[in-house]
């Protein structure tokens, strides 16, 4: 069974920095690309950020993209979401999600349940 | 980036009843697009991808279709479990865009 655990979430002062884990079991880890997916309290679903099987395909949302770095331990079959420089914007629940293809980029198939991420001050 | 619009925002509708979403893109996507169902405090699930393959374990009155920059996603004969939000996604490129979401409510 697919399981994608979510954990490092909390609440941070805008401007600080904060480390999202993901840890997967149940498929070869290694094969496959991952996303991370964020919602605001009660909002719309705003895709984030992926890293290809191999980590030689990275990709960010206009939002994210300088602030926050994806990367993945395939050896500790994990996935990691740095996020530097925290925005008040940046409050949503954050999930992580596998790949639908086998070393390929396509549409995401299994989700964790989330970590909730609260920037204030 | 390619901005995804789904219409209607909500919509309400009775068990039974044939309900359409569409989802526009604003350049084409080829077939590059998937349709989700998320219900309250729960993640999303995968409904359709490729714009037309139904997902391992979706019932058969969910379909898609479309190309290009058009696509809908059907129910037929909408049941009680489909009360839920639907989103599509563009895996085109990067960045990949949700559309905003549409509503099945109850009528």
């Known amino acids: 069974e697919v399981q994608l655990v979510e954990s490092g979430g909390g609440l941070v002062q805008p401007g600080r920095s904060l480390r999202l884990s993901c840890a997967a079991s149940g498929f070869m880890f290694d094969d496959y690309a991952m996303h991370w997916v964020r919602q605001p309290p009660g909002k719309g679903l705003e895709w984030v950020s992926l890293?290809?099987?191999?980590?030689?395909?990275?990709g960010y949302a206009d939002s994210v993209k300088g602030r926050f770095t994806i990367s993945r331990d395939n050896a500790k079959n994990v996935l990691y979401l740095h996020m530097n420089s925290l925005r008040v914007e940046d409050t949503a629940l954050y999930y992580c999600?596998?790949?639908?293809?086998?070393?390929?980029?396509?549409?995401?198939?299994?989700w964790g349940q989330g970590t909730l991420v609260t920037v204030s001050s | 980036a390619i901005q995804m619009t789904q219409s209607p925002s909500s919509l309400s509708a009775s068990v039974g009843d044939r309900v359409t979403i569409t989802c526009r893109a604003s350049?084409?996507?080829?077939?590059?697009l998937g349709w989700y169902q998320q219900k309250p405090g729960k993640a999303p699930k995968l409904l359709i991808y490729d714009a037309s393959r139904l997902q391992s374990g979706v019932p058969s009155r969910f379909s898609g279709s479309g190309s290009g920059t058009d696509f809908t996603l059907s129910i037929r004969s909408l049941q009680p479990d489909d009360f839920a939000t639907y989103y599509c996604l563009q895996d085109y490129n990067y960045p990949r865009t949700f559309g905003q979401g549409t509503k099945v409510e109850i009528k």
């Open positions: 999600a596998k790949d639908l293809a086998a070393f390929g980029i396509a549409q995401l198939d299994y």
């Open positions: 350049q084409g996507i080829k077939n590059d």
């Open positions: 890293i290809s099987w191999n980590s030689g395909s990275r």
